[in-house]
């Protein structure tokens, strides 16, 4: 699976943006999706996560109830719509895609995004 992340930019605190992931290459549909994010000096962190089937989502307790994931599988992208963002969000956002395992954990992943940079001004 090949994965295109866009979307990303520079916004005030408080602002909005949704990061995008397209995939393309075998059957999006039979992955489970998700998006982790890495700031400067920091380890990458899990971000949120979504189920094959669209049933399932899965967030870090730093982003409930202001981020929400979403996918489309017949357009073969995966969405993270941002509100309220925080100058602590600033980070390289990744989508990534995975068969099997647990969501929250990046090893688990087997394809990766190039990412896309959100920059949080306060």
């Known amino acids: 699976v090949q994965l295109q992340a866009s979307g990303g930019g520079l916004v005030q605190a408080g602002g909005s943006l949704r990061l995008s992931c397209v995939a393309s290459g075998r059957t999006f549909s039979g992955y489970a999706m998700g998006w982790f994010r890495q700031a400067p000096g920091k380890e990458r962190e899990f971000v949120a996560a979504?189920?094959?089937?669209?049933?399932?989502?899965y967030y870090a307790d730093s982003v409930k109830g202001r981020f929400t994931i979403s996918r489309d599988n017949a357009k073969n992208t995966v969405y993270l719509q941002m509100n309220s963002l925080k100058p602590e969000d600033t980070a390289v956002y990744y989508c990534?895609?995975?068969?099997?395992?647990?969501?929250?954990?990046?090893?688990?992943?087997?394809?990766w995004g190039q990412g896309t940079q959100v920059t949080v001004s306060s």
């Open positions: 979504i189920s094959r089937n669209n049933i399932s989502t």
């Open positions: 990534a895609a995975k068969q099997y395992g647990s969501v929250y954990y990046d090893h688990e992943y087997d394809f």
